[in-house]
Structure formats: structure tokens, C-alpha cells
């Protein structure tokens, strides 16, 4: 089944620097890559996502780049304010035959200071 | 637009009792799927519904099951309680099949002492 490791596993910031979070998956055959914030106390909430037909998204401060021959994708949060601070999780998936089963990676505790 | 309830938030029980959790998915969305949370294995996916079929199963003892209603509504149910169920379950709801956008829910934080 689908692996994905996820790195670091804690990240601190200085508010208005760039968090990076970079995540790998074994399976070959995952076409689908969301990224979620989770904050204390709350569920997951999926923030950006991209597809295995796309080398790059981006949504305002957040942006997610895909590298599918080394089958890795990562997060870059730019311009980072305190509200960001919680944990991220990567995920990948087949979608095209298997379901929305997600496999999550083990998360990144962020935390953006002062 | 409502998004996905489970209910109840929070629940004490004692290990051999079973417990049931629900979830309502968002107003449209079909799909539901039902994920562990613990600090030691992080996010693991227990079973997804569709049309009132599961669909997906993930590996988890036969002590855990599921049901999805006509209304897309969902249960899920975990008999003979062990310590190690204690977690938080997650309900995520999404459109259809086959497009990976999952919209979780707050979550049933559930206690096994």
C-alpha cells in the first residue's frame, strides 16, 4: 500500500519568513496530492491540493509543487503570520479507481513566532 | 452551507462496552469516510461509504464497522472497547467517488478507561 513520509516533523518560524514542508509517497500509481491545517481542537481542513497532471499550484501565500519522478510534493507557505501556526499534514491518493481513500502523512507542527 | 457534523463531540466509556458515533455529511455530498486519529499513528483510514455500500476498508479489526443511510447520513460503531480505541474518529465527507476532496468534520473525541 501507499507510503508518505512527511518532514519536519516541527518547524519555527519568524513571522514574514517562508515554511517549507516536504513529503515523498511510495506508490507510483497515487495521482492526487491535497494538503490539510489542522488547528487544536479541530478537524483537518484542506487548504490546497493539486493533481498529478500539474508540476505547481498556488493560492495566494500558499503554494504546492509536485515532483512526480522523484515522488515527492511539497507545501511553501510564504509571508507566514501568527494565524498559521498548527499542524499540516500532506496526503496522497489514487482517486481514479480507489475510492477517496487517503493516505496521510504524519503531520508538521508549525509555528510561526513573533 | 453546513459542513459535517459528528455527533457527539466528546465520550467516556469503559473497556468491553461499544460505542456508536454519527456523522451528517455536507448537504449534496455522498461520500463518507471515516479516519483514527492518534498521537502515535497519526491519521488512518478506517472505511468509506457510498450509495449506502462501503466501499473502501481499511486495516482495522472486525470490531469496528460502519453504515451509511439513504440520506448519506453515516454510523459507525466500535463493539468490545480497548484501551487503544481512545482517539479522536473523523468524518469526512465528499462529493462522489474518485476525487480525493474530503471535508472532515470536527470529530468524536472518544475515551477508553
Known amino acids: 500500500g501507499e507510503n508518505v513520509e512527511q518532514h519536519p516533523s516541527t518547524l519555527s518560524v519568524q513571522e514574514g519568513d517562508s515554511a517549507v514542508i516536504k513529503c515523498t509517497y511510495s506508490?507510483?500509481?497515487?495521482?492526487?496530492f491535497p494538503w490539510y491545517k489542522q488547528e487544536l481542537g479541530k478537524g483537518p481542513q484542506l487548504i490546497i491540493d493539486i493533481r498529478s497532471n500539474v508540476g505547481e499550484k498556488k493560492d495566494q501565500r500558499i503554494a504546492v509543487t509536485l515532483n512526480k519522478t522523484a515522488k515527492h510534493f511539497s507545501l511553501h507557505i510564504t509571508e507566514t503570520q501568527p494565524e498559521d501556526s498548527a499542524v499540516y499534514f500532506c496526503a496522497a491518493s489514487e482517486v481514479t479507481g480507489g475510492g477517496n481513500k487517503l493516505t496521510f502523512g504524519t503531520g508538521t507542527q508549525l509555528k510561526v513566532e513573533l | 452551507k453546513a459542513g459535517v457534523t459528528q455527533t457527539p463531540r466528546y465520550l467516556i466509556k469503559t473497556r468491553g462496552q461499544q460505542v456508536t458515533l454519527s456523522c451528517s455529511p455536507i448537504?449534496?455530498?455522498?461520500?463518507v469516510s471515516w479516519y483514527q486519529q492518534t498521537p502515535g499513528q497519526g491519521l488512518q483510514f478506517l472505511f468509506e461509504?457510498?450509495?449506502?455500500?462501503?466501499?473502501n476498508k481499511g486495516n482495522f479489526p472486525g470490531r469496528f464497522s460502519g453504515r451509511q443511510f439513504s440520506n448519506s447520513r453515516s454510523e459507525m460503531n466500535v463493539s468490545t472497547l480497548e484501551l487503544g480505541d481512545s482517539a479522536l474518529y473523523l468524518c469526512?465527507?465528499?462529493?462522489?467517488?474518485?476525487?480525493?476532496?474530503?471535508?472532515f468534520g470536527e470529530g468524536s473525541r472518544l475515551t477508553v478507561l
Open positions: 461509504y457510498f450509495s449506502e455500500t462501503q466501499r
Open positions: 469526512a465527507s465528499s462529493r462522489r467517488l474518485n476525487t480525493g476532496e474530503l471535508f
Open positions: 506508490d507510483s500509481a497515487s495521482n492526487y
Open positions: 448537504s449534496g455530498h455522498r461520500s
